[in-house]
C-alpha cells in the first residue's frame, strides 16, 4: 500500500487547507485512515482517523471542531480540512493506514501500518 499526501501550505492564521491522500496497491477497501501531525520536537499527535468501507470518524481533542475527514471510494482518497488554523497547528501531516484498527487504538501511531511522506502545513500569524 502507498499513500500519497498533498495540499500542505503557508497559510495565515484562520485560513484553511484540505489536505489530500491518495492511495493505491493492496485492498483499500480493507484499510481505515488516519491523519497525524509532527511539530519539530514533538510527538507524533494523532489529528483523525476514518474507517474506509463504514465512514466511522475519530477526532483528537486538540482539533475537535475544526477539521474534518472525509473519503472519496472511487477515488481512493481521503481528505483533511483544517479550519480557523493556528500557529500550533503548524507542523508536518502524516497520512496512515492501518488494517486492524478499532476505536481503542485508532489514536496510536504503531497501529498504523503504512505511511505516506507527510505534506508541511505552516501557519503564519
Known amino acids: 500500500v502507498q499513500l500519497q499526501a498533498s495540499g500542505g501550505g503557508l497559510v495565515q492564521v484562520g485560513g484553511s487547507l484540505r489536505l489530500s491522500c491518495a492511495v493505491s496497491?493492496?485492498?483499500?477497501?480493507?484499510?481505515?485512515l488516519g491523519w497525524f501531525r509532527q511539530a519539530p520536537g514533538k510527538d507524533r499527535e494523532f489529528v483523525a482517523s476514518?474507517?474506509?468501507?463504514?465512514?466511522?470518524?475519530y477526532y483528537g481533542d486538540s482539533v475537535k471542531g475544526r477539521v474534518t475527514i472525509s473519503r472519496d471510494k472511487a477515488k481512493k482518497t481521503a481528505y483533511l480540512e483544517v479550519n480557523n488554523l493556528k500557529p500550533e497547528d503548524t507542523a508536518a501531516y502524516y497520512c496512515?493506514?492501518?488494517?486492524?484498527?478499532?476505536?481503542?487504538?485508532?489514536?496510536?501511531?504503531?497501529?498504523?501500518?503504512?505511511w505516506g511522506q507527510g505534506t508541511q502545513v505552516t501557519v503564519s500569524s
Open positions: 496497491g493492496g485492498r483499500v477497501g480493507s484499510y481505515a
Open positions: 496512515a493506514a492501518g488494517s486492524r484498527l478499532i476505536s481503542s487504538n485508532m489514536a496510536n501511531p504503531h497501529a498504523y501500518d503504512y
Open positions: 476514518i474507517n474506509w468501507s463504514g465512514g466511522d470518524i
